[in-house]
């Protein structure tokens, strides 16, 4: 049986956005390195990936761990994975975790992403930013 995480895996390292759709719930919340408030809901979280889809370079994923842990939007623990990644960005070499949560149907409820050098994420952030701004999903600076 292939697993919500597997497929989540798949999609991505093949950058194939339309089979992300059904992993995630409606309500799902995106929890980004570079905005305080989560993106929330399948429609922008979708339109967030992508952009970031465009946006890394040579990303792979190198490694995995699964167990539970506590989500952010209602403290109760959920089963959870964590993907390791790295990745290419503005020029600027990206390592990054993935953590995923799971609703009860198994699909992701809550998806949370950390990303290292400061300078990544700094670069990482004006990239998905532009293209938001590109595709619509947020207002261009004044």
Do not use: C, W
Not at 29 to 52: A, D, I, N, Q, W
């Amino acid at each position: 049986m292939t697993t919500t995480a597997q497929r989540f895996r798949a999609a991505v390292e093949n950058r194939e956005l339309a089979a992300l759709d059904d992993l995630f719930t409606e309500d799902v919340r995106f929890y980004s390195p570079v905005k305080f408030t989560p993106f929330e809901g399948r429609p922008m979280v979708l339109g967030l990936f992508g952009v970031l889809l465009r946006t890394f370079e040579d990303f792979r994923y190198v490694g995995e761990f699964a167990g539970a842990a506590e989500t952010s939007s209602d403290g109760a623990s959920a089963p959870a994975e964590i993907l390791l990644f790295r990745a290419t960005a503005g020029g600027k070499e990206i390592h990054g975790i993935d953590m995923l949560h799971f609703a009860d149907d198994g699909r992701i409820k809550e998806f949370t992403v950390m990303v290292r050098p400061q300078s990544a994420v700094h670069a990482l952030g004006e990239a998905v930013l532009a293209g938001l701004v590109e595709d619509g999903l947020a207002p261009a600076a004044p």
